[in-house]
């Protein structure tokens, strides 16, 4: 099972999801990990049922392997990509990278829906212009704060967005403890 096949989150569940995936982004990129193509499908879930049922990262890494046989939309939302996957004005592919795909892949498990829609050509113009509603405004109960937490990491330039994952980490935890 996979985040991108379950409906909305609750505000509790998110938040749940937004500490454990965080935590383990932070785990990978302390050990100079890069997942490289987070999105709502690289979110599974245990199929022991005597497990807790939490979610988990998938295909780690794997994304810059894939590029170089296949097309990277195969293997990552566009819906979910950074802008620096569109334009190489805002950088390189790296640990901020993952920090905006984390933040989008919360977008949707807040709100139940993807960010951007439309064609490829439109998500592209929308990932470099444009901000989903807050998450707040389409899900009851959660925290402004969490709104902020995500604007932030999903920021369009690299320099404004969460410095690490474990920033992130700890942000997410601190708003976590709000709402529980």
């Known amino acids: 099972d996979t ?16 500490r454990v995936l965080s935590g383990a982004l932070a785990t990978l990129h302390e050990a100079g990990i890069v997942h490289g193509g987070l999105d709502p499908r690289n979110v599974v ?11 988990m ?12 046989a296949f097309d990277p939309v ?13 334009d190489s004005q805002y950088g ?4 901020a990278t993952d920090v905006y795909g984390l933040g989008m892949v919360l977008y949707r498990a807040a709100t139940g829906h993807p960010p951007f829609q439309g064609t490829f050509e439109d998500i592209r113009v929308q990932v470099l212009n444009d901000h989903p ?8 109960g959660l925290p402004e704060t969490f709104d902020e937490i995500l604007a ?3 920021a ?14 700890r942000d997410l935890e601190r708003v976590s403890t709000t709402v529980e």
């Open 92 to 95: 390189e592919l790296d640990e």
């Open 3 to 18: 985040l991108a096949r379950r409906r909305q989150l609750s505000a509790a569940e998110t938040l749940r999801h937004a």
């Open 74 to 86: 195969d293997y990552l939302n566009p819906r979910y990509a950074a802008p620096e996957y569109f």
């Open 45 to 55: 879930y245990p199929a022991d049922t005597l497990a807790d049922g939490g979610p």
């Open 152 to 154: 932030r990491a999903t």
């Open 133 to 140: 509603p807050a998450p707040s405004t389409v899900s009851d």
């Open 57 to 68: 990262l998938d295909n780690v890494g794997l994304l810059a392997t894939y590029r170089q």
């Open 156 to 169: 369009k330039q690299k320099l404004t967005r969460y410095e690490s994952a474990e920033r992130l980490h």
